[in-house]
Each structure stands twice: as C-alpha cells, then as structure tokens.
C-alpha cells in the first residue's frame, strides 16, 4: 500500500480487532499483577499470624479500623482468601494464554492481507468487483 491509499474497511476491522486483543491482553495481565501481589501479601499475613502465640491479641481489619479476632479464625479466613486469589490467577492465566494465541492469529491474519491475494488460478479472494 503506498502513502497515497486509504486503508480498506477490512483491514481497518482486523486492526480494530487486534487492537481490542491487545487491550484485553493488558487488562488480563494486570488483574493477575494485582491478584499475585495480593496472595503475596495473604501468604506473609499466614506467616505472621502462625508464629503468633494462643494467647497473643489479633485484628482483622475492617475498613478502616481493626477488629478484635481469633488466630484460628483469621487463619482459615486467610487461607480461603490465598485459595480464592490462587483460583482466579489460574483462570486469569488460562485466559491470558488463549487471548495470545489469538493475538498470533490476528497478527498472521493482517500480514496475509497485507501480502495481498493468492496469485494462484481457482481460488476466490475478498477483494469487491
């Protein structure tokens, strides 16, 4: 395509839809940063609150203030929440996989249409008559 051209509205919906990969591509990626740096954090809370003795006071937060709790309680309480955060940053990874492959896809797709039609006798291009 030389400068003077315009792009064709096909092309312009693989850009579209490569783009759109793209930023679901980022989004995914960060939600699982946020996921990992949140177990990080509920797996140093465990490490904390099991060297703590029986008889020792512990808070949970909540909100903005903290609230009187048992080790026994927060405990099981973190350990859920690590659980839960270690499910979504599977699903999260699967889904990260699958919107890469389809960015290769896309990305094989545009510079196919890129290169231009088949040169070859008997097949069909998308090209408008």
């Given at each position: ?75 099981s ?9 270690n ?36 097949q ?6």
């Amino acid at each position: 395509m030389s400068a003077g051209e315009q792009v064709p509205p096909w092309l312009q919906e693989q850009f579209g839809r490569l783009q759109q990969l793209q930023q679901n591509l980022q989004s995914i990626m960060m939600q699982k940063q946020h996921l990992e740096t949140e177990q990080l954090e509920t797996e140093r809370a465990l490490e904390a609150l099991k060297k703590a003795a029986e008889t020792d006071s512990v808070y949970k937060a909540a909100g903005s203030i903290l609230v009187k709790s048992t080790k026994a309680t927060l405990i099981s309480e973190l350990e859920e929440k690590k659980e839960l955060a270690n499910t979504r940053i599977t699903v999260l990874t699967k889904q990260e996989a699958r919107l890469k492959e389809n960015l290769k896809e896309a990305e094989t797709k545009i510079r196919e249409m890129l290169r231009g039609p088949p040169t070859q006798t008997g097949q069909k291009t998308d090209t408008p008559k």
